[in-house]
T-cell receptor, first 117, second 114 residues
Framework: EAGVVQSPRYKIIEKKQPVAFWCNPISGHNTLYWYLQNLGQGPELLIRYENEEAVDDSQLPKDRFSAERLKGVDSTLKIQPAELGDSAVYLC???????????????FGPGTRLTVT | AQSVTQPDIHITVSEGASLELRCNYSYGATPYLFWYVQSPGQGLQLLLKYFSGDTLVQGIKGFEAEFKRSQSSFNLRKPSVHWSDAAEYFCAVGARGGGFKTIFGAGTRLFVKA
């Protein structure tokens, strides 16, 4: 079974430029998460999707961040424009089910390391 | 709101020695509890989970954790550490009920010396 796929693995951009990250969850997993992980910290939730619906985006900085999950499968997270403070690892995770214990067992992708110069 | 504290930023253990990583949580009810491991440049991998029942849970790679309600703790243990266990370990708590939010601790980096 293929795991969670993310691309690109690394991205270096100049500030004020746009950037996009892509995630393909494990087949059959209808819940998808985007996390931000700063150096030396644990992941922090940006947005959670149940199928194609964003059910928790309270921590997403909506002035510059956007996300979509068309057709309830893969997802894209975008930053426009990027700022120096956005340098971090962006992790995607998925889980089976939208409720109960299965919703908590998250499988993570390798992440995208973003460097903003 | 729930929170997770991992008191040790880093720990160094000799290969073959035992390991205990500490985790304390704050939550109004019995939470769901997890330990994840992250190797450099990789995503997080679930080591073990506690939902209910037996408070001593077994995980992958020879790890175990014990839920102690009275101490609000969920410490991770391994009887004999291997060099390949060097990584970052994250404790996480999931709120039961609405929201399905998982909160992660700041992590403990494990160094293994020969």
């Amino acid at each position: 079974e293929a795991g969670v796929v993310q691309s690109p693995r690394y991205k270096i951009i100049e500030k004020k430029q746009p950037v996009a990250f892509w995630c393909n969850p494990i087949s059959g997993h209808n819940t998808l998460y985007w996390y931000l992980q700063n150096l030396g910290q644990g992941p922090e939730l940006l947005i959670r999707y149940e199928n194609e619906e964003a059910v928790d985006d309270s921590q997403l900085p909506k002035d510059r961040f956007s996300a979509e999950r068309l057709k309830g499968v893969d997802s894209t997270l975008k930053i426009q424009p990027a700022e120096l403070g956005d340098s971090a690892v962006y992790l995607c995770a998925s889980s089976y089910g939208t409720s109960g214990r299965g919703a908590y067992e998250q499988y993570f992708g390798p992440g995208t390391r973003l460097t903003v110069t | 709101a729930q929170s997770v504290t991992q008191p040790d930023i880093h720990i160094t253990v000799s290969e073959g020695a035992s390991l205990e990583l500490r985790c304390n949580y704050s939550y109004g009810a019995t939470p769901y509890l997890f330990w994840y491991v992250q190797s450099p440049g990789q995503g997080l991998q679930l080591l073990l989970k506690y939902f209910s029942g037996d408070t001593l849970v077994q995980g992958i790679k020879g790890f175990e954790a014990e839920f102690k309600r009275s101490q609000s703790s969920f410490n991770l243990r391994k009887p004999s550490v291997h060099w390949s266990d060097a990584a970052e370990y994250f404790c996480a708590v999931g709120a039961r009920g609405g929201g399905f939010k998982t909160i992660f601790g700041a992590g403990t980096r494990l160094f293994v010396k020969a």
